[in-house]
């Protein structure tokens, strides 16, 4: 079972970038579909970007299309999701996450213990 531990979340302006990172342990994850989810309080986890096993497909929802992109590294075992131009309503807790195929990228089996991105106006 792949293990996920995000980092790279903290509090910044509106504007800003940040730059999270997943890193996983116990299988590689070229065996997966990754995604990053989001939940802000008192909203449902959604999901934000998910790219395919090698990189290839990807999918943003709308809200983020044009400023997040999410990339992986297989070599490294390490998912990324760089967020430019930040807005307060970017403000949740993120979340990696792992599904088997790329058609279930929204319904994964493994999640990461997340990282709280604050964006401040």
Same mark, same amino acid.
């Given at each position: ?21 997943? /890193?996983?342990?116990? #299988?590689? %994850? $070229?065996? !997966? ?11 449902? +986890? =959604?999901?934000?970007? /998910?790219?395919?096993? #090698?990189? %290839? $497909?990807? !999918? ?11 990339? +992986? =590294? ?48």
């Amino acid at each position: 079972q792949v293990q996920l531990d995000e980092s790279g979340g903290g509090l910044v302006q509106a504007g800003d970038s940040l730059r999270l990172s997943c /890193a996983a342990s116990g #299988r590689t %994850i $070229s065996d !997966y579909a990754m995604s990053w989810f989001r939940q802000a309080p008192g909203k449902e +986890r =959604d999901v934000v970007a /998910a790219i395919n096993y #090698r990189g %290839i $497909s990807t !999918y943003y929802a709308d809200p983020v299309k044009g400023r997040f992109t999410i990339s +992986r =590294d297989n070599a490294k075992n390490t998912v990324y999701l760089q967020m430019n131009s930040l807005k307060p309503e970017d403000t949740a807790v993120y979340y990696c996450a792992a599904a088997a195929t790329w058609g279930a990228y929204a319904r994964p089996h493994t999640w990461g213990q997340g990282t709280q991105v604050t964006v401040s106006s």
